[in-house]
């Protein structure tokens, strides 16, 4: 029968160097330098959306939904249920026909 190798042996084998660590840190600073300019690219639209006077982004001709959403005025959860109750039971009737 073999025996088993003695617990440390592959992970001393592995600190021999600092290279997994450098190459973790390179990673690192590549991952954060374009996640800088990624937002740097991003920055001046978001702070012109920000302004006082912005033009509003239009509701592609969901009027009502945009309006909702402005005005604060959001349907609550009982409004939302039956609203989609009604919608399956309009997708069940129109299916019926199809089986």
Avoid at 11 to 29: D, N, Q, Y
């Amino acid at each position: 029968m073999l025996d088993p190798a003695p617990a440390g042996t592959y992970i001393s084998s592995m600190r021999k160097g600092p290279l997994g660590t450098l190459l973790t840190l390179a990673a690192l600073v590549i991952v954060l330098l374009l996640a800088a300019k990624a937002w740097k690219a991003a920055f001046p639209a978001a702070a012109q959306a920000l302004k006082p006077g912005a033009p509003i982004v239009s509701d592609h001709g969901d009027k009502a939904a945009g309006d909702a959403v402005r005005s604060g005025n959001l349907p609550g959860l009982k409004e939302t249920g039956k609203r989609t109750d009604a919608h399956i039971q309009q997708v069940k009737e129109a299916s019926a026909g199809q089986d």
